[in-house]
């Protein structure tokens, strides 16, 4: 069963406007949410991340918002680039008994396009 | 420079035949991590180490194996064992302080 789910597998947006990601997760232990992007034949980079006791996270032109009564995650990235086509991946953490580092669970992803 | 290091790029190898991933870090990180990506799937997670001299399997363990002796450096073992082992790998490494994995480039195996 997946307990992370991005359920749009693309989209696609023009130049200049907002672009919206979402995620969705199950389970109500995770207290890390993290996004990366990643360009084919790459490693996923770092974009931006999210304590689950924050409801917003904002770097430059990303934000993160996160819902955690819906347990749903979103992405806008205004405004939106060329550059930015990619894959993003929504990852979350299970915080470990003892407060060490979990691992991360990871979505299928979504495929941005950003036409020109 | 710091990073993560994968080698090689790109990898053939015959059916049946044993291949090693190489995967190195100068981050001083002490937690590594072998992912498997595969054509419109998220990251899965095959072994991590938390630690030199200890590792865990992961969600897709089988097929596969790893050795940590040393703290720069994680390589995978994708055995005969492994039924489907043409994908996409990843590598990654975290600092237990810090919640993000930084990712290497990544090896794309073909076995034929």
């Known amino acids: 069963d997946q307990q992370v789910k991005q359920n749009s597998p693309s989209l696609s947006v023009q130049e200049g406007r907002i672009s919206i990601l979402n995620c969705d997760y199950t389970?109500?232990?995770?207290?890390?949410f993290l996004w990366y992007k990643k360009y084919p034949a790459e490693g996923p980079t770092f974009l931006i991340s999210?304590?689950?006791?924050?409801d917003k996270n904002e770097d430059g032109r990303f934000t993160v918002f996160l819902n955690k009564s819906a347990k749903h995650l979103s992405l806008h990235i205004v405004p939106s680039q060329p550059g930015d086509s990619a894959v993003y991946f929504c990852?979350?953490?299970?915080?470990?008994?003892?407060?060490?580092?979990?691992?991360?669970?990871f979505g299928k992803g979504t495929k941005l396009s950003v036409k020109p | 420079d710091g990073g993560i290091t994968q080698s090689p790029k790109y990898l053939f190898r015959k059916e049946g035949q044993n291949v090693t991933l190489s995967c190195e870090q100068n981050?001083?990180?002490?937690?590594m991590y072998w992912y498997r990506q595969d054509p419109g799937q998220g990251l899965r997670l095959i072994y991590y180490?938390?630690?030199?001299?200890?590792?865990q399997k992961g969600d897709i363990a089988e097929g596969y194996s790893v050795s940590r002796e040393k703290k720069e450096s994680f390589p995978l073992t994708v055995t005969s064992a492994q039924k489907n082992p043409t994908a996409f790998y990843l590598c990654a490494s975290s600092d237990a302080q810090y919640n993000e994995q930084f990712f290497g480039p990544g090896t794309r195996l073909t076995v034929l």
């Open positions: 389970n109500s232990m995770f207290d890390y």
């Open positions: 999210i304590s689950s006791i924050k």
């Open positions: 180490s938390q630690i030199v001299n200890d590792f």
């Open positions: 981050l001083n990180h002490d937690a």
């Open positions: 990852a979350a953490r299970v915080m470990n008994y003892g407060g060490s580092q979990g691992n991360l669970i």
